[in-house]
T-cell receptor
């Protein structure tokens, strides 16, 4: 069983569209994350949720809206997609939000291409 | 705020040669340090971590890293690399008080025969 699963794996869409990426973890973890990996492989935290509550919200455009219906799921909705949103988006989870709570378990990523 | 610097974007080595991937961090508080590995088209996997105790930590596949507080470094080493070690390696530091990680820009390890 995949511990952290993301769908879809690939997403190709046009500028201006709205799209969602889904993430589910079956590890019983309390904390989930969205990371963005750009074309130069740089990984940056976008959001972190702990028990469905937002605890980290980096300077991400408000076109990006995460939603956590329960602690096993963290979805990412993106409105009015732009070329610069093209990247690989990784979902991750950890036991809790404490600093010793690693490792983070990562999904295999969603490659978003905006044309 | 914490930050991580990986000076080498790419490190080419021959199989069975030793390798060191450099990582330096900056933080005004105690940190927890990690190395993750990313194989092509996959997510990141934890390689090893330093939380406390012995400053030398080891992974199951022969990698080791040493936490050096005075030099604010956490370099990754392996005495003899394999072709299968070819991957992107990320150093990371935990954000103070949280499990959220700040990553370096990664180092691509290229092992050739």
């Amino acid at each position: 069983d995949t511990a952290v699963s993301q769908t879809p794996k690939y997403l190709v869409t046009q500028m201006g569209n709205d799209k969602s990426i889904k993430c589910e973890q079956n590890l019983g973890h309390d904390t989930m994350y969205w990371y963005k990996q750009d074309s130069k492989k740089f990984l940056k935290i976008m959001f972190s949720y702990n028990n469905k509550e937002l605890i980290i919200n980096e300077t991400v455009p408000n076109r990006f809206s995460p939603k956590s219906p329960d602690k096993a799921h963290l979805n990412l909705h993106i409105n009015s997609l732009e070329l610069g949103d093209s990247a690989v988006y990784f979902c991750a989870s950890s036991q809790d939000a404490g600093p010793r709570s690693s490792p983070l378990h990562f999904g295999n990523g969603t490659r978003l291409t905006v044309t | 705020a914490q930050s991580v610097t990986q000076l080498d974007s790419q490190v080419p080595v021959f199989e069975e040669a030793p390798v060191e991937l450099r990582c330096n961090y900056s933080s005004s508080v105690s940190v927890y340090l990690f190395w993750y590995v990313q194989y092509p088209n996959q997510g990141l996997q934890l390689l090893l971590k330093y939380l406390s105790g012995s400053t030398l930590v080891e992974s199951i596949n022969g990698f080791e890293a040493e936490f050096n507080k005075s030099q604010t470094s956490f370099h990754l080493r392996k005495p003899s690399v394999h072709i299968s070690d070819t991957a992107e390696y990320f150093c990371a530091v935990s954000r103070s008080g949280y499990s959220t990680l700040t990553f370096g820009k990664g180092t691509m390890l290229l092992v050739s025969p």
